[in-house]
């Protein structure tokens, strides 16, 4: 694969207006050819979309999923520009979709690596600067390996990072990129709430031998 510069990056964003993660990707996919790397953001609908996430984003739904069983559920707000958008079909799929998503993700805790508190970074490095194979190693490879070890670990917090559920092949951002380019108008996720049935309640345990035990001299 070759090197992507962020010179190159930049070339491609001034061309395509797209997101300056997708400019990457779409370069990385196309061996650093620019004009092959338009014609892969044109397929993924994300020229379009790129122009649009800069408009305001304030009507759309909240919408609700609960897993069989009725043992995990979901509500998520996914903003979209107008009620119009928010009444269309597609529109109500992605909701769901995007609902059906967080339920079945269990680690994900935020919309965007963005929305993850600097308290839990400065953990999760901490922890991983302690790890025992990196010991001998000198402070700028650690370092790197660190950081290497951050981005991944932050991104399994993230909804939009996730491979989607019925598309292995793109992440949940790109799903909604998708969206964008077909719907026209800015569509973000804002916010989303997980339920798991009994989660943070404490379970009384009995003794089994115990209660053998009192019920046995009850009968006698």
């Known amino acids: 694969m070759a090197e992507i510069s962020?010179?190159?990056?930049?070339?491609?964003?001034?061309?395509?207006?797209?997101?300056?993660?997708?400019?990457?990707?779409?370069?990385?996919?196309?061996?650093?050819?620019?004009?092959?790397?338009?014609?892969?953001?044109?397929?993924?609908?994300?020229?379009?979309?790129?122009?649009?996430?800069?408009?305001?984003?304030?009507?759309?739904?909240?919408?609700?999923?609960?897993?069989?069983?009725?043992?995990?559920?979901?509500?998520?707000?996914?903003?979209?520009?107008?009620?119009?958008?928010?009444?269309?079909?597609?529109?109500?799929?992605?909701?769901?979709?995007?609902?059906?998503?967080?339920?079945?993700?269990?680690?994900?805790?935020?919309?965007?690596?963005?929305?993850?508190p600097g308290e839990i970074v400065e953990k999760e490095k901490a922890i991983e600067m302690g790890r025992d194979d990196l010991g001998n190693k000198p402070a700028n490879v650690k370092e790197k390996i660190v950081q290497g070890r951050i981005e991944k670990r932050l991104k399994e917090m993230t909804l939009l990072d996730q491979p989607y559920i019925k598309d292995q092949n793109i992440s949940v951002e790109e799903l909604i990129k998708q969206n964008v380019a077909q719907l026209g108008e800015n569509i973000q996720v804002r916010r989303f709430v997980r339920f798991v049935l009994g989660e943070g309640l404490e379970k009384e345990e009995s003794n089994f031998a115990e209660e053998v035990a009192a019920q046995m001299g009850g009968n006698k």
């Not at 993924?44 to 999923?65: F, N, P, Q, R």
């Open 6 to 116: 962020a010179k190159l990056v930049q070339e491609l964003r001034k061309k395509t207006n797209a997101g300056m993660m997708d400019c990457k990707k779409a370069l990385q996919e196309t061996d650093g050819d620019v004009e092959k790397a338009i014609d892969w953001l044109r397929q993924k609908g994300m020229l379009k979309a790129g122009k649009i996430e800069t408009k305001s984003a304030t009507d759309g739904l909240v919408g609700s999923y609960i897993h069989t069983g009725g043992r995990v559920g979901v509500l998520v707000e996914v903003n979209c520009q107008t009620d119009f958008v928010a009444r269309n079909e597609a529109f109500k799929a992605l909701v769901q979709n995007i609902a059906m998503q967080i339920a079945a993700c269990p680690n994900v805790e935020y919309v965007k690596v963005s929305d993850i």
